[in-house]
């Protein structure tokens, strides 16, 4: 396996139909990458492997022999009913950063629309900011290859939502990283522990530009869930970046802060690659 890829046999589930495959463009593809025994249980036609092997349609995930040991041949991934193209995302920095983002300040939606068609999104909503109109769009671009869509709400403060309406890219996060519909669950953390300390460092910059800020006369970061800012603080000590850990509460609201005394700050702020920064500097969202 390509360390460099994450593991594609997770993005088929066992739900799935060769209606809802998603499949693979592969260059130079050859019979012996093929898994001829799933093939014929999932009676494919001698015209779709011909159309596969010339290249003429992008191939089933399912059918493959190994998809991991030709990762570096995909030139993208998509559904069979579906002109988008995503591309695979390499397991670096950029993904891991934006990983942080979503876990900070997003969360992967799935709703059934009334034709009965099933939807998948990944949604980050902020403050309306050149970080949430342009660095998140743009960082979006840079590791899946497509371009998410932006909604502008002022009912009651300037809002920005950016959504990822991709099943593909749902599946990145809730197969490849165990992030789930809905409410988040701190197993992401379990998931990103697996990762390099580089990677950790660009997720836990990731979570700083969104559920960090300034607190007093300094920086924090806040969590609902005391694994996750346990996690952040643990990292942060690693760096030789002195906190305070604090379990706070208002009404039935309880949460976990993990703070970074004034006399660390200006360490901080030159140790991790935060790119919100009018956030660190006026407290924005």
Known sequence: MNTAYLDLSLLTTDSDTRVNFIHAKIKRLSKKDLDLDVIGKLAYSKNSIADWLKGRH????????????????IEYLCLRAS????????????????????????????SVRSSGYRR???VI????????????????????????????????????????????VSRFFTQLFNFTYGKKSDRVIDSIKTLSPELQFYFIAGLFDTDGGISGDSFA????????????????NLKN?????????KGRFKWYQVRIPRSNKNKFLLTF???NKRKFATGET
């Open 221 to 236: 970061f806040c969590n609902s869930s005391k694994k996750t800012t346990r996690f952040v603080e643990d990292f942060l």
């Open 273 to 275: 690659p935060l790119k």
């Open 120 to 122: 998948f999104k990944v």
């Open 125 to 168: 909503q902020k403050g309306r900011s050149d970080y949430s109109e342009f660095v998140i769009p743009k960082i979006i671009e840079n590791v899946f290859g497509i371009r998410p869509r932006l909604f502008f709400s002022k009912r009651k403060s300037e809002l920005i939502t950016v959504s990822i309406n991709s099943k593909i």
């Open 83 to 110: 002109k988008a193209r995503v591309l695979l995302p390499i397991c670096n920095k950029k993904l891991a950063y934006f990983l942080g983002v979503v876990f900070g300040d997003g969360h992967i939606a799935n």
């Open 58 to 73: 992008p191939v089933p995930l399912p059918v493959l022999k190994n998809p991991n040991n030709i990762a570096n041949r």
């Open 241 to 249: 970046i002195e906190t305070r850990f604090y379990k706070q509460s």
